[in-house]
């Protein structure tokens, strides 16, 4: 061979991938697309989810090792066991996702619908009408089966997304993407309403948060260091929530029993999702019968318990259990783990003013029988989900009636608590007339 002359290229070869042109045509293709899902009637939005249940339950093998790889490489690569978990595509996943997708298909279509049509004094009725928001761009961790609830949530809500999952699920999150396109492209569906970013780069994720001409709100979900990165660094809207520290507060006049059960279900039933009570608060009237029972209780379940001087007191020892004078860090803190910060206060307001001064603005509870207390907890926390004698664990899209839901949204403008069909769609202002003139 010729010194002067440049080996050939293997056949073989892949060409270098042009990351910025790559997230341009991304973004030019949903944007494209989102007009169409905006104008889909119902029945072949349906069909696509009905489609891609089927598919997901058919698709057996191919599935299987796409999914294996991940799992074999997040083993390898040393991995945490609930991490290597949250990987799996189970028959019973992909058999809950596929549910899922037929739960939304029943649901009604919330684009298109009027509420709140008045007739004016000028003879004009005004109302709005609920529509898709565009493009949304969702940033996610671990767990595959999110591609489909995204997927599913968009194509009903008629929106177009592009997603970008987790570099350790991405040979599972390509073979779902496959998965959906071939659902839409069934139902007469663009495609490219749903795309999945194929490359595990980075800094993939700050081109689209930085995108406003092709995505027009970012949804991240994951750990409280990338929804702090996505926050921080994108110049579109983001839907999100930083922590989940959700409170349970016993009145002075409550039901002991209700009480009983219904903490131990907030704290114990699961203790990694972001709705599990965090902050246990106790009025003083009913602290020193209360706490004992409560403490043992907890204990039994393994629980380490935090407590001010008060509670500490009261709780006293309790054999083969952990407890500790809580922090001040410990009051804001979420620990997603089976740990519980305890406080006994004085008064309504004062738990009132706790939480809204230590929560995190997620799901709040109180657990009282003064129908009048609860109504004021009720008004006066200020969070998504406030709770009446029931476990923040049902703060919820799925049992809350959404079918499914995107995520848990702290923020106060637009959507608020589990964003659900209608928190992927929004509000324009409709005038009907017969000629009117304004004069």
Not at 108 to 136: A, W
Not at 352 to 364: K, L, M, Q
Request: charge should be neutral; proline fraction near 5%.
């Amino acid at each position: 061979m010729s010194k002067n002359k440049a080996p050939a290229k293997s056949a073989a070869a892949k060409p270098e991938l042009d990351l910025s042109v790559y997230m341009k045509e991304l973004g030019l293709a949903a944007r494209r697309a989102a007009g169409l899902m905006a104008a889909a009637p119902s029945d072949p939005k349906n069909r696509a989810l009905l489609a891609l249940a089927r598919r997901l339950r058919s698709a057996g093998s191919g599935l299987a090792k796409a999914n294996a790889k991940d799992v074999a490489a997040a083993k390898k690569a040393g991995l945490a066991a609930p991490m290597v978990d949250r990987l799996k595509l189970t028959p019973e996943i992909i058999e809950t996702v596929a549910l899922g997708c037929e739960q939304i298909a029943a649901m009604p279509d919330p684009v298109g619908e009027i509420s709140g049509l008045k007739r004016r004094p000028s003879g004009i009725s005004v109302g709005q009408m609920r529509v898709p928001l565009g493009v949304f761009g969702m940033i996610y961790e671990s767990r595959p089966n999110v591609t489909i609830e995204a997927a599913s949530l968009a194509i009903k809500s008629g929106n177009a997304c592009i997603l970008r999952g987790g570099s350790e699920a991405i040979h599972s999150n390509l073979a779902l993407a496959e998965i959906v396109s071939a659902a839409l492209a069934e139902a007469g569906l663009p495609t490219t309403a749903v795309q999945l970013i194929k490359t595990t780069d980075r800094a993939a994720v700050g081109l689209l948060i930085t995108a406003p001409e092709a995505v027009d709100v970012i949804i991240p979900r994951g750990g409280k260091s990338l929804i702090e990165r996505i926050s921080a660094e994108a110049k579109v809207p983001v839907i999100k929530h930083l922590d989940g520290n959700c409170h349970s507060y016993v009145d002075a006049e409550v039901d002991f029993d209700l009480a009983l059960k219904v903490i131990v279900n907030a704290k114990t039933q699961k203790v990694s999702p972001c709705n599990a009570t965090e902050s246990l608060l106790v009025h003083v009237e009913s602290a020193a019968d209360f706490l004992p029972i409560i403490g043992h209780l907890l204990a039994d379940k393994g629980v380490e318990l935090r407590g001010c001087p008060r509670t500490l007191a009261l709780l006293g020892p309790i054999k083969g259990a952990k407890i500790r004078a809580a922090s001040e860090a410990d009051w804001s803190e979420e620990y997603l783990a089976l740990i519980l910060s305890i406080k006994v206060v004085d008064s309504l307001d004062e738990a009132i003013e706790h939480i809204n001064r230590y929560g995190s603005h997620h799901t709040d509870a109180i657990l009282s029988s003064n129908h009048a207390n609860a109504m004021r907890f009720l008004r006066e926390v200020d969070s998504a989900s406030v709770m009446v004698n029931t476990s923040t664990r049902f703060a919820d899209g799925f049992e809350y009636g959404l079918g499914a839901e995107i995520g848990i949204s702290t923020d106060k403008l637009h959507a608020r608590g589990p964003v659900g069909l209608e928190g992927l769609t929004s509000l324009k202002w409709v005038v009907l007339g017969q000629g009117e003139v304004r004069r």
